[in-house]
């Protein structure tokens, strides 16, 4: 059994709508044995594994994945090791639930599918979930690369220490999760503790509980301890006595000053790091000084405060949360040694590593032995029963220690001193240490004092105490980020499609920019910021989705979603308010995995399955109209191009919205329906992009934009204007019909790679008034399917007087000039004359021949590849000699080969070879 390949899903996929990875295993043998089948499996993974009892499965019970396991021949290993994935997941502190796993095609192949919260975990819990099932298999059966020394405990616990680096701590997966139940979006943005909350310029961000608005003076005076005392007790506030030492000696002197007993601790460390509390000898003193100096230069030495030890948690101003911290210990039974009682306590299923838990484990350290050596035993000494012994002397839950929330019973003096407290360091939330014998009497009463102020206090005694009741604390954070009515999301806009996704995409952005807003936009050809190029490359992926929702002058998002970055990662977001799949038309099939329409249009199907306001959908296209049934959208509308469609209608009768290009005496009219109006939009002739209504793919591109604008609240007239001013000049769509008219003769440059896109264009080409020929520059991408390429070919063949095939730059596998001569035999069988198709491999120079070719009146629409290049070469075209370019195969007028061993009937020339071993033809010398 072994992993094939690993895809991470960072958001919606076709899998689910939250993050999930994908394993791709082959079972090899295994195939044959399932889990029933193999002697002692079932037991050894149960031993490993206990919680996997809870496991529902598809029975929806706990139990269900025991069922599968062992009832009649048991269930497949790639079944099973989805369930052991997320089983050690749990383990180490993640809460996942789903997976599932099917046939990958290939028999033995499965795919793997489960849940993560964190990339790196989830996909080292795979590793160990592999290796744990490699263990237990027969000898036989095992895998010749599984380890012999495998350590299950060992791995799980290097898993667990893995999540505490990797995953969200605590506190702040506690405020990701209210932030969650508020619908507010959230951005991981390191590989630790920051995260932004909401989207582009709503955005509010964290590190840990420190948040956006926390002031960095506040900070700087918290970290501080001794200007902290200060401060509270000029306000008079109860605080105890300080000294500061940089030497043992000056510490000793210091404490002798104070009074015994005293406290030693590092000036601005946290997490009790380095504290040393009931010090009652300058041997003590010393001792500490040279331990809270692993922590900071500088020591502070204050009087002890008798009492119990409390966090009093204050956010925006407000006592929220109240825990009694107790430090680690033991209590006695008369029978069992203090290292053993350790072990006991530390066996505690609620007890884990660092932060994994509620709570943490035990350790003998420092501070453990310190406390035994003044009790004078150590971990061999039984304890009395009952008896109770503090191996800490902090009660800090991340060194072992306990909490009580004391919430309800606080004394509204020590509430009042908290939040006084918090307000005059200056932090939104504010961790007080508050020592104090009794939390529920008041301080004027009883005595006790605060010995710290802390920025960024942890969360997990409040959110998970050991006794009482948890506390919402997170909730009070977004609350005070987002106020009640506060947005925190911005409008988003997806667009997905085999074709037009790029146009639309911009005449969307152009409308919404004309109305006011700052856009990001995500395209093929980089994202943009209000108009301006940030990032140059292909853009319509997870990746760049996230760069725009990010920026904080966003305030409306444009995000083309191809199929690639779908199948590759998912989303980069998990709703989006508009959602539109243009069209399914055949292009990438063959390739990862999709190899019907059917496949393509459910992966393309994401977009509208989590779109929350309006799903747009092409209403000709049977493949889109197939998805309504799959949205959760709170409406639907349509775009026809046919004012007869019945579905359309009816859908209008009902009041539903509706893009419809309806013909009129004038000309034919974009036309919007919504709750029974009738809006009459604009011209197609009007549009500059539609080249006076012949461009009939870029008519419905524009009705696409303008039903997606209509539904995020654009007035008509807004829109009327944005598409009357959007034409598709190279610098406002690069590649999309740009068309270039300072030469004797029409050029038109469009990106167009698959049957349906050529298609358009030959239609456009044939709608248009030409005087001369139609002369076409065509190719197509390396990896698609033989018939998508023939089918471009025909279609080239019929559209121009003339075509010139080329090869792309980036050949995808094929032949230095297989797809040219391909495409040149389709055409000829197809009875094209052979005087009116060249094959000319290399693109600058099939585009200099046909510059060259082409006369007054004719009309030259070209097919690029390198776009700019391709444009450049148009714009700066004078006739003269051809452009400079590296060696590539150039072949002439198809005419019938004669018959000599040195003619390859492939390419009708006679052929010789570069010294790339490139294949180059000259033309014949008849």
Request: net charge negative; proline share 4%; with cysteine.
């Amino acid at each position: 059994m072994k992993i094939l390949e690993r895809r991470v899903y960072r958001g919606p996929s076709q899998y689910a709508h939250f993050p999930v990875m994908r394993l791709t295993v082959d079972l090899g043998d295994l195939e044959a044995w399932p889990s029933a089948k193999l002697a002692g499996f079932n037991a050894g993974l149960l031993e490993a594994l206990p919680g996997l009892d809870q496991h529902t499965c598809s029975f929806g019970v706990a139990g269900g994945f025991i069922r599968r396991l062992t009832e009649d021949d048991g269930t497949w290993l790639g079944h099973v090791l989805e369930h052991v994935a997320i089983e050690v997941q749990q383990l180490a502190g993640a809460k996942v639930t789903f997976g599932k796993t099917r046939a990958a095609g290939a028999p033995g192949q499965y795919h793997v599918v489960y849940e993560y919260e964190e990339e790196r975990v989830g996909d080292a819990a795979g590793d160990l979930a592999l290796a744990l099932l490699q263990s237990l298999l027969p000898g036989e059966l095992r895998s010749s690369s599984a380890d012999p020394a495998f350590s299950f405990r060992g791995e799980l616990d290097s898993l667990i220490t893995l999540a505490q680096r990797r995953q969200l701590g605590p506190s702040t997966s506690s405020l990701v999760r209210a932030a969650e139940a508020r619908d507010i979006p959230w951005l991981r943005l390191n590989d630790y503790s920051l995260v932004q909350f909401g989207h582009g310029k709503y955005q509010k961000r964290i590190q840990a509980t420190v948040t956006s608005e926390t002031r960095h003076i506040a900070v700087e005076i918290a970290s501080d301890k001794e200007e902290t005392n200060r401060i509270l007790g000029d306000l008079g506030l109860p605080v105890p006595q300080q000294r500061q030492a940089r030497s043992a000696e000056e510490a000793a002197r210091a404490a002798e000053r104070l009074g015994y007993p005293v406290v030693v601790k590092p000036l601005d460390a946290n997490h009790g790091r380095g504290v040393s509390i009931n010090l009652k000898t300058s041997d003590e003193v010393r001792i500490a000084f040279e331990k809270a100096r692993e922590h900071a230069r500088t020591i502070v030495i204050e009087t002890f405060l008798e009492g119990f030890d409390h966090r009093m948690l204050v956010v925006n101003g407000q006592l929220v949360a109240v825990a009694k911290r107790v430090p680690g210990h033991v209590v006695g039974d008369g029978v069992h040694t203090i290292a053993q009682l350790v072990d006991i306590v530390n066996s505690d299923p609620r007890r884990g590593i660092g932060h994994e838990k509620v709570l943490t484990r035990l350790e003998f350290d420092h501070q453990a032995l310190r406390l035994m050596e003044q009790k004078g035993v150590t971990g061999e000494h039984v304890l009395a029963a009952g008896e109770q012994f503090f191996l800490r002397s902090t009660g800090n839950l991340s060194t072992g220690g306990t909490a009580i929330d004391l919430t309800d019973v606080v004394h509204p003096d020590n509430r009042e001193m908290a939040e006084r407290a918090s307000q005059a360091i200056g932090l939104d939330v504010a961790g007080i240490d508050f020592i104090t014998r009794d939390i529920s009497r008041s301080y004027r009463e009883v005595g006790g004092g605060i010995c710290e102020v802390n920025a960024a206090p942890g969360f997990r005694m409040h959110v998970a105490p050991t006794e009482g009741k948890p506390r919402d604390v997170a909730g009070p954070v977004m609350e005070m980020l987002f106020p009640p009515g506060a947005p925190a999301r911005i409008p988003i806009a997806a667009i997905t499609g085999t074709n037009g996704k790029t146009t639309t995409s911009r005449m969307l952005a152009h409308i919404h920019k004309m109305d006011g807003r700052k856009v990001g936009l995500a395209t093929t050809d980089g994202v943009y910021v209000d108009g301006e190029r940030t990032v140059v490359g292909d853009m319509t992926g997870p990746r760049a989705a996230q760069m725009v929702l990010r920026d904080p002058e966003v305030d409306l998002a444009v995000l083309e979603t191809a199929r690639g970055g779908l199948l590759r990662a998912g989303m980069g977001y998990r709703n989006c308010d508009v959602g539109a799949v243009l069209n399914v038309a055949a292009d990438h099939l063959g390739l990862k995995g999709i190899d019907t329409l059917e496949q393509l249009a459910e992966i393309k199907r994401i977009v509208v399955e989590v779109a929350r306001g309006t799903a747009v959908l092409n209403a000709d296209d049977v493949l889109c109209l197939k998805m309504a049934d799959h949205t959760k959208a709170g409406r639907i509308a349509y775009v026809t191009m046919n004012p007869r469609h019945e579905l359309v209608r009816q859908h209008i009768a009902a009041g539903g919205l509706a893009a419809v290009l309806e013909d009129q005496i004038r000309g034919q009219m974009i036309t919007l329906y919504d709750r029974g109006a009738h809006l009459p939009l604009v011209w197609t002739h009007l549009i500059p992009a539609t080249l006076e209504g012949a461009a009939l793919h870029n008519v419905q591109n524009a009705m696409f934009a303008a039903v997606m604008a209509f539904a995020m609240g654009v007035k008509v007239e807004n829109i009327r204007q944005g598409l009357r001013t959007f034409d598709t000049t190279f610098f406002q769509a690069p590649g999309r019909l740009n068309v270039y008219d300072k030469l004797p003769f029409k050029v038109i440059l469009d990106y167009g790679h698959n049957p349906a896109a050529v298609q358009a264009m030959a239609d456009l080409v044939g709608r248009l008034e030409v005087a001369g020929r139609r002369i076409g520059v065509v190719s197509a991408p390396g990896d698609r399917r033989d018939d998508d390429i023939l089918a471009i070919a025909r279609i080239a063949g019929k559209a121009f007087d003339h075509v010139i095939f080329r090869r792309d730059e980036e050949r995808r596998g094929r032949g230095a000039d297989e797809v040219p001569t391909m495409m040149q035999a389709a055409v000829l069988a197809d009875g094209v004359p052979a005087d009116r198709v060249q094959v000319i491999v290399d693109e600058q120079h099939s585009i200099d021949a046909a510059l060259k070719l082409a006369q007054p009146g004719d009309l030259l629409v070209i097919f690029g590849d390198n776009i700019t290049r391709s444009w450049k070469q148009i714009i700066y075209f004078k006739g003269e000699e051809p452009v400079e370019a590296a060696p590539a195969a150039v072949v002439t007028n198809a005419r019938p080969p004669r018959r000599a061993e040195s003619i390859d009937p492939t390419l009708n020339g006679t052929v010789i070879a570069d010294e790339r071993g490139v294949r180059l033809a000259r033309e014949t010398d008849d």
